[in-house]
């Protein structure tokens, strides 16, 4: 069974600081890895999608890594903002189609 | 053009009472699935349809819960005789493929389910 884990559970930085999320899968058999965006209250909005062939992808301020053998992906924020806090999910796709979601890291952003 | 959509955003039911969910997928997504928000157990895959058959229903806890999908677009998920514990936020997401596709899932804004 899949297990996707994100540790720590939250985590607060002051406004322009770079910072790295960590996630990490027990099941390397992957289709994609997603990490998501969810504002309190709010659906979860797609951020960045790798495919099991690639290592990263990019968009804007946003890198997100992908090593499928040792099961580890990182979302990295370059200059972090106020506007970045929220709640950041890690999701994998296997051959069943569902998605497993980690826990998630929510994220401060201090002025 | 238009996301993901879901009705009642939120919805307050007393225990044994059964409810509807709805979920208006992007148009011309072939795959929809349900997950639930929990707190503490985070996000659970409920079903998966492809088209208006439902290859996955492995998620679903018990038997209240089921789901359909009709004319390959609306899907309802229905809990019947609800109890507390299906207190949640019940989230809709659809996809162009489905299947193994390495598509991305759209989520909707989610229903927030209280049963009293």
């Known amino acids: 069974k899949q297990e996707v884990t994100q540790i720590p559970a939250a985590l607060s930085v002051p406004e322009g600081e770079n910072l790295v999320l960590n996630c990490s899968f027990t099941?390397?058999?992957?289709?994609?890895l997603q990490w998501f965006r969810q504002d309190p209250g709010k659906g979860l909005t797609s951020l960045l999608l790798?495919?099991?062939?690639?290592r990263e992808q990019t968009s804007g301020r946003l890198n997100a890594s992908l090593d499928k053998s040792s099961g580890r992906s990182t979302l990295y924020i370059a200059a972090s903002q106020p506007g970045d806090s929220a709640t950041y999910l890690c999701a994998v796709k296997g051959a069943n189609s569902k998605l497993t979601f980690g826990k998630g890291i929510t994220l401060s952003v201090r002025p | 053009g238009a996301g993901v959509s879901q009705s009642p955003s939120n919805k307050v039911t007393e225990k044994g009472k059964d409810v509807e969910l709805r979920c208006d997928p992007i148009?011309?997504?072939?795959?929809l699935y349900w997950y639930r928000q929990s707190l503490g157990q985070g996000l659970e895959f409920l079903i998966y349809?492809?088209?208006?058959?439902?290859?996955?229903k492995s998620g679903l806890p018990s038997d209240r819960f089921s789901a359909e999908r009709t004319g390959g677009s609306v899907s309802t998920l229905t809990i019947q005789r609800t109890q507390q514990e299906d207190s949640a936020v019940y989230l809709c997401?659809?996809?162009?493929?489905?299947?193994?596709?390495?598509?991305?899932?759209?989520f909707g804004p989610g229903t927030r389910l209280t049963v009293l």
């Open positions: 148009s011309g997504h072939t795959a």
């Open positions: 997401a659809s996809s162009s493929v489905g299947g193994s596709g390495l598509d991305t899932q759209y």
């Open positions: 349809f492809q088209g208006n058959s439902a290859p996955d």
């Open positions: 099941d390397s058999a992957i289709y994609n």
């Open positions: 790798i495919q099991s062939s690639q």
